[in-house]
């Protein structure tokens, strides 16, 4: 038996496409070990991770868990970027159509509205039937609608399938945290969490992009550009991505078993759990889990508030900019189109102190007795979000009040994006990753509820934006998404320092906590077995 930490040399002797394509494949040392239970319906055989189990989505080889993180993610960017190259489009949808610029709005807000609906079902699906099956479906979904949306007639076609689009495409927005869940312990997920986090805000690239495209080949080859790249991820996704999902697994291998041998079979997940085995039961459970955990657990609502703001903050700029550059500056498409890379930069600028962060995060969970089991309280996560939490206001600040008048340099404005870039990104990766770190195994389900929310304020701000700079004037109404950060720069100290509190009264917290401290316990008796083992050999 090879102890925790040397899975990965296990794993070389399991071809890849065997783990992409039989979800519950069964080898000698899975059919002969001794499982706790006698293998009957009362008392059935509980399945749970071998040592050397080369199925456990948790031992994969490093390079394995990152390809498969980067592809998930990936998959999350181009539904982003589908979110955002629309509006480089806008001014062609407007005179192609006949329409005023609200109405032409709606189509990324749609869009984005979509998020709001589609993640409750396809991130609550994701927990009853796979992380795999999920993505798959969606992409075909998101390649589909994004292509009908490039051939509509009118708007009225446009805003619906974009709607579409955006309600079944959008599983990765709320998976993808999920899969990264499932691959990496706490001690390793800062840095692909950290990829993960920065998906919402290269988003920034989808004006870029479109624009670029718009000059050649108008708005209608922006969505079509959209679904070619929506298409080949789609297709990676099919021979690249396994199932990852613990539970999932585990009732498979568990259902293969109970075929093989005749005798009872249950994953160690659904023992003495509340999971119904009944489809249209789980399928209610897992629906409602996510309006659950926004409503009664104050840790995701809160948190959840705080990141819809941001992300209002970000999709807002994909109708302001277009006002700041275009028409108070007179500049075209493409031009405003790049200022959107004073954002991104702020977002790269980020990188060394999420690489930094997660270095000592490593040292931390490296002082405790066994480092392949080590736990921190969720509540380090959120140190990085406190320079973060502070650097976000200022920079809006900045940058409302250098917009006008036009004597001041647009390099000026562009700058003071830079810290928002950074504000944005370090202050949603320490709470993805405290959410994650807090929830486990219910990660898709509170990644879904974030998304709920984050969707309905990303579809809202857009659509008030224009009649906002006219009321108020340019520096005002810039200054309005400045003042709702500033509101919001307590929370993360207020959750650093009673956050163990408030988790250990929130049921779902609790029953996640519980379920590591099942498996951490499992993992320490294994790991000092083998070293029994060791001694005596």
């Not at 991820?233 to 991505?241: D, N």
């Not at 929370?491 to 163990?500: D, E, M, N, Q, S």
């Amino acid at each position: 038996m090879a102890p925790p930490g040397e899975y990965a040399v296990l794993n070389r002797e399991v071809p890849f496409l065997r783990l992409i394509f039989d979800d519950g494949f069964i080898t000698h040392d899975i059919l002969d070990h001794r499982y706790e239970g006698s293998g009957t319906d009362a008392h059935p055989y509980i399945v749970t991770w071998l040592a050397d189990d080369p199925r456990d989505p948790m031992a994969f080889r490093d390079t394995t868990k990152w390809a498969i993180a980067v592809l998930s993610t990936l998959a999350s960017l181009i539904v982003a970027l589908c979110s955002s190259a629309y509006s480089a489009g806008l001014a062609d949808i407007i005179d192609e159509f006949h329409v005023s610029a609200e109405v032409a709005l709606l189509g990324s807000s749609f869009f984005v509205l979509g998020f709001a609906l589609g993640p409750l079902l396809l991130g609550a699906l994701s927990e009853a039937y796979g992380r795999r099956m999920i993505m798959l479906a969606s992409g075909v979904f998101l390649t589909a609608f994004s292509a009908g949306a490039a051939a509509s007639p009118n708007i009225a076609t446009v805003i619906i399938l974009l709607f579409l689009a955006g309600s079944l495409g959008s599983a990765p927005v709320a998976v993808s945290g999920g899969v990264i869940a499932d691959l990496f312990s706490a001690k390793a997920r800062g840095a692909p969490m950290g990829l993960y986090a920065a998906v919402p805000f290269l988003a920034v690239l989808g004006p870029v992009i479109g624009a670029a495209v718009e000059v050649v080949g108008g708005w209608r080859w922006i969505q079509g550009a959209m679904a070619i790249l929506a298409g080949t991820v789609t297709l990676a996704l099919f021979w690249l991505l396994p199932e990852t999902y613990a539970p999932v697994l585990l009732a498979s291998r568990a259902r293969q078993l109970t075929k093989t041998t005749a005798r009872v079979y249950r994953s160690v997940m659904d023992i003495g759990h509340s999971r119904d085995h009944i489809v249209g039961n789980e399928l209610r459970t897992l629906l409602l889990r996510p309006w659950v955990l926004l409503f009664r657990e104050p840790i995701v609502l809160l948190l959840s508030v705080y990141s819809s703001i941001l992300n209002g903050i970000t999709y807002m700029s994909f109708a302001a900019y277009p006002i700041v550059f275009q028409q108070i500056r007179s500049w075209n498409s493409l031009d405003t189109g790049l200022t959107f890379i004073g954002m991104l930069a702020g977002v790269l600028c980020a990188i060394p102190h999420v690489l930094v962060s997660h270095t000592e995060y490593v040292k931390k969970m490296s002082r405790t007795r066994y480092r392949d089991t080590a736990r921190l309280p969720p509540e380090v996560r959120l140190l990085d979000a406190f320079p973060a939490s502070i650097a976000l206001p200022v920079g809006l600040f900045w940058f409302a009040w250098t917009i006008a008048p036009v004597s001041i340099p647009w390099i000026v404005p562009v700058l003071g994006s830079v810290p928002v870039g950074y504000g944005l990104l370090m202050i949603f990766l320490p709470c993805y990753n405290y959410l994650v770190d807090s929830y486990t195994i219910y990660a898709a389900s509170v990644m879904a509820a974030c998304t709920l929310m984050n969707s309905v304020f990303a579809a809202a701000f857009p659509l008030f934006t224009d009649q906002m700079y006219q009321g108020l004037g340019p520096q005002w109404a810039a200054s309005v998404p400045a003042f709702l950060a500033l509101a919001c720069v307590p929370i993360p100290f207020v959750l650093y320092r009673y956050g163990a509190l408030i988790r250990a009264r929130c049921f779902y917290a609790a029953e996640a906590d519980a379920y590591l401290d099942r498996m951490l316990r499992v993992e320490v008796r294994e790991v000092e077995e083998w070293k029994d083992m060791h001694c005596q050999g």
